[in-house]
């Protein structure tokens, strides 16, 4: 099975949160795996998460707009729209 993606990934294991709902709505998540144009995320618990919404890294000081590539039960693949600083 061939990979279909054009970036490379790394393993990340960083705590996140799913922002959604013009910001109204959020649920912690995990970054398993992190390119510079999508993520691996683990939503555990969460309820099914909306094909568009923001992706905020604290770690990295990132946030991402993201769209939802596929899931599997508590599993996200995204693919990044555009990213931004995180503010203070």
Do not use: T
């Amino acid at each position: 099975m061939s990979d279909r993606r054009h970036h490379m990934r790394r393993r990340s294991f960083l705590g996140a949160r799913v922002v959604f709902a013009g910001g109204f709505q959020s649920y912690e998540c995990l970054v398993l795996n992190l390119s510079d144009a999508g993520a691996e995320l683990h939503a555990a618990g969460s309820p099914c998460l909306p094909d568009l919404f923001d992706l905020e890294v604290p770690l990295r000081k990132k946030s991402f707009r993201a769209r939802v590539c596929w899931r599997r039960a508590e599993w996200v693949g995204v693919e990044f729209i555009e990213s931004s600083l995180l503010r203070a």
